[in-house]
């Protein structure tokens, strides 16, 4: 008897013919790039290296697009906004050793923003694993114990035949529930080396979904449909889940007012009678929180950031839908839900019952209110109207990459991301140079739409190297750089604790200058102006800079003891 999937299994004559005569001069690298086709890629990033010339020689018999970058770790973060933009696991292509090394910054930023990057390095020739000292260039005892800490799998081919089914493997993982950074070592021996293996077609890597136990939301949906003052809590995995349609639906259902974590802009409507906006920094959202005698919180862990810098106490029931299992209940008691975020809300659209509650916009409005009275004691106006000009100026569908900077910190509570997977920042590592070379990534993932780049003059020296990438693809960036002549918010911080600051003054250089030595235009603007300014240059296509000198300060903390709002520079 023939079943239909023999049917599928058995090939065509033409597959036949040309798994039987595959094209002269292929090698280890063809492999590599004919796999990350037959998976779905477009796009790789990365830089090459000698060990990895095989990957690279290889790139030019094929139709996959590159986009090589100056430094390693700024060729990560755009593989990392590239899979934010697309959700579309990122190619990322490196060489052994201090090229490989140079990106674990960036996958850690991966990590913990749970972004899918599948990194592919090269690793020293076969002989030269299992630890021994052969004394290859760029050799280690074991590279892969450096990235096991940082990815989620690790993943190392010693023969030809292994490369397809490792990457694969590697593919599924990074699109797996969380997402997250994978890594692929394969020797350059094997990268080299001529290969008669037929060419590598369709392959199947399909994720795994993770769906909710019924019984988990059936609890859920009661306590939620019972509650007498429930709140949401929106996270990051909503907005990667693409299942803000979802949560309006339920809050609007259960008359819940909704805040959004920073992971998790634009998850929830800005201006929604429901909407909370993303004022988490605050002990009036803190309290209203606290108040809520069933919280629901979604693709949140509660972290340092989510909580308020764990001051947050709740005193109601918590229900944590989480993808990202080690999340779970890690930081609050709560009936935890492991599934992914899309798949959790659509069970409770189907089970909860709808609930009325006309004081919930009232209260609302109150707390806004009490956000709003505690920053304009504060006289910040000109942070407050910087933050506004850049809205302004920027289209609503632009996405917007935010470095570790004063103005940064700002946005995360003050900035309406105008909709879902536009606001993105480096807050989930917490490492400076993210930005820019976030914005270029997001720019060769979907050029239909300027991108806006915000660094400080810190920040903006670690990714300077790519105004010449930049230029060379001819990606439309726009980059604003807050020019305050130093680490501002550890200027702020080593004030407020020391009196004094130390080591936060910096010697910069004229960007207008720098980025027209780039051929990037570059003009510097002042508060009055960047509205202007900054819509001019958005609106130019190709790259630009735009220089805002200016001392921005941070609103006052409100969590307890001293300390600031994060231990990034700038």
Do not use: C
């Amino acid at each position: 008897m023939t079943h239909d999937h023999d049917l599928e299994l058995r090939p065509t004559a033409a597959q036949t013919e040309a798994a039987l005569n595959p094209p002269a001069g292929r090698n280890g690298g063809d492999l590599v790039v004919e796999t990350l086709a037959g998976l779905g890629a477009t796009t790789v990033f990365g830089l090459p290296g000698q060990h990895a010339l095989g990957m690279f020689d290889a790139l030019r018999r094929s139709d996959l697009r590159y986009v090589g970058l100056r430094v390693e770790n700024n060729a990560g973060f755009a593989a990392d906004a590239y899979g934010r933009i697309t959700g579309e696991a990122a190619p990322l292509l490196l060489s052994t050793g201090p090229g490989a090394l140079t990106s674990l910054a960036a996958l850690q930023e991966a990590r913990a923003a749970s972004a899918p990057v599948l990194a592919i390095s090269s690793q020293v020739p076969t002989a030269g694993l299992g630890g021994g000292r052969h004394g290859y260039l760029h050799e280690l005892p074991d590279q892969a114990a450096s990235f096991r800490g940082v990815v989620k799998s690790v993943h190392t081919v010693r023969t030809q035949s292994q490369i397809p089914s490792a990457i694969a493997e590697a593919w599924t993982s990074a699109l797996t529930a969380p997402h997250g950074p994978v890594w692929v070592e394969i020797p350059q021996d094997v990268l080299l080396a001529g290969t008669h293996l037929p060419v590598v077609t369709a392959v199947d890597a399909t994720p795994d979904e993770l769906p909710p136990r019924p019984e988990l939301t059936a609890v859920a949906a009661d306590l939620l449909s019972r509650a007498e003052r429930p709140a949401i809590i929106a996270g990051g995995g909503v907005v990667r889940a693409d299942a803000s349609g979802k949560l309006r639906q339920l809050a609007e259902r259960l008359d819940a007012p909704v805040v959004t974590t920073f992971g998790g802009k634009g998850a929830f409507p800005w201006t929604h009678p429901l909407s909370l906006q993303s004022w988490l920094e605050d002990r009036h959202t803190t309290d209203f929180l606290e108040d809520a005698d069933v919280l629901l919180v979604v693709g949140s862990g509660l972290g340092e950031l989510s909580s308020n810098y764990h001051t947050f106490k709740p005193r109601g029931r918590v229900i944590q839908i989480e993808a990202d299992l080690g999340k779970l209940e890690s930081n609050h008691p709560a009936l935890g839900i492991h599934a992914e975020a899309r798949l959790a809300l659509q069970a409770l659209l189907e089970t909860v019952s709808e609930r009325t509650d006309p004081t919930a916009p009232d209260r609302v409005r109150a707390l806004l209110a009490k956000v709003a009275d505690r920053i304009s004691g504060q006289e910040l106006t000109l942070e407050q109207d910087v933050l506004a000009a850049v809205r302004r100026a920027l289209p609503a569908g632009s996405p917007s990459f935010w470095d570790m900077t004063i103005l940064a910190y700002w946005a995360w509570s003050a900035f309406d991301a105008k909709a879902p997977n536009t606001m993105h920042s480096a807050q989930g590592a917490g490492g400076l140079g993210y930005g820019f070379p976030a914005a270029l990534g997001a720019a060769a993932a979907d050029p239909t739409h300027p991108v806006l780049a915000v660094s400080g003059d810190g920040g903006a020296l670690y990714s300077i190297a790519e105004l010449a990438t930049a230029r060379q693809y001819d990606l439309n960036v726009t980059w604003l750089i807050v020019d305050d002549g130093g680490y501002g918010i550890l200027r702020e911080y080593m004030t407020d604790a020391f009196g004094e600051p130390t080591a936060t003054e910096l010697t910069r250089p004229d960007f207008v200058a720098l980025a027209e030595s780039f051929g990037v235009p570059g003009i510097r603007t002042t508060p009055e102006t960047l509205e202007t300014d900054l819509t001019k240059a958005l609106a130019a296509p190709g790259p630009s800079v735009v220089v805002l000198p200016a001392v921005l300060r941070m609103f006052a903390a409100t969590h307890l003891g001293s300390g600031g709002h994060a231990d990034s520079p700038e």
